[in-house]
Antibody, heavy 118, light 106 residues
Framework: EVQLVESGGALVQPGGSLRLSCAAS????????MSWVRQAPGEGLEWVAN????????YLVGSVMGRFTISRDNAKNSVYLQMNSLRAEDTAVYYC???????????WGQGTLVTVSS | DIQMTQSPSTLSASVGDRVTITCRAS??????LAWYQQRPGKAPKLLIY???SLESGVPSRFSGSGSGTEFTLTISRLQPDDSATYYC????????FGQGTKLEIK
């Protein structure tokens, strides 16, 4: 069974940095686009970033451009989200997600909570 | 950016009922639409992709239809564990989600 396990969530002060990791297993990781999707407390879902299987293409939602970076290490079956200049509005559960054959999100991790507060 | 609008925002129904949730896109997305179920405290789960294709393992009580800008998710023979929030998502141009529909089972 496909598994996605996020880690790295924490309480961080505004302006701080955090790196989220997602360890994938039970599928050929390098064949799939991977995304990060977040959900603020009590709110809906927001796609944040994605990266192609070979890492050659990356996209970010406008609100995080210039602050967040997505990367992957196919040798470690892992995808990362580097978050800099964090703001209160970045507070959310961050989900690591696999993009299925048609770009929909077919597998989700359990999420990791990022809280930005002083 | 493509905006997705769901209705209703909340819905209450009884076990055995059939309910329908509507999702509208701000521009045509062909059939590039998915539906997800999110139970409280859990990650979302894929139900439907390409507007009407049922994900493996999802009960056939769930069905999707539509194309272009208007889509529906229908749940037949409601069960107690269908209580959840349901989201539509377009994946024609990057990704965007509807605001969610919270379904309560009476």
């Amino acid at each position: 069974e496909v598994q996605l396990v996020e880690s790295g969530g924490a309480l961080v002060q505004p302006g701080g940095s955090l790196r989220l990791s997602c360890a994938a297993s039970e599928f050929t990781f390098s064949n799939f686009w991977m995304s990060w999707v977040r959900q603020a407390p009590g709110e809906g879902l927001e796609w944040v970033a994605n990266i192609k299987g070979d890492g050659s293409e990356k996209y970010l939602v406008g609100s995080v451009m210039g602050r967040f970076t997505i990367s992957r290490d196919n040798a470690k079956n892992s995808v990362y989200l580097q978050m800099n200049s964090l703001r209160a509005e970045d507070t959310a559960v961050y989900y690591c997600v696999r993009e299925g054959g048609g770009a929909y999100f077919d597998y989700w991790g359990q999420g990791t909570l990022v809280t930005v507060s002083s | 950016d493509i905006q997705m609008t769901q209705s209703p925002s909340t819905l209450s129904a009884s076990v055995g009922d059939r309910v329908t949730i509507t999702c509208r896109a701000s521009q045509s997305i062909s059939s590039w639409l998915a539906w997800y179920q999110q139970r409280p405290g859990k990650a979302p789960k894929l139900l439907i992709y390409k507007a009407s294709s049922l994900e493996s393992g999802v009960p056939s009580r769930f069905s999707g239809s539509g194309s272009g800008t208007e889509f529906t998710l229908t749940i037949s023979r409601l069960q107690p564990d269908d209580s959840a929030t349901y989201y539509c998502q377009q994946y024609k141009s990057h990704y965007s989600f509807g605001q969610g529909t919270k379904l309560e089972i009476k």
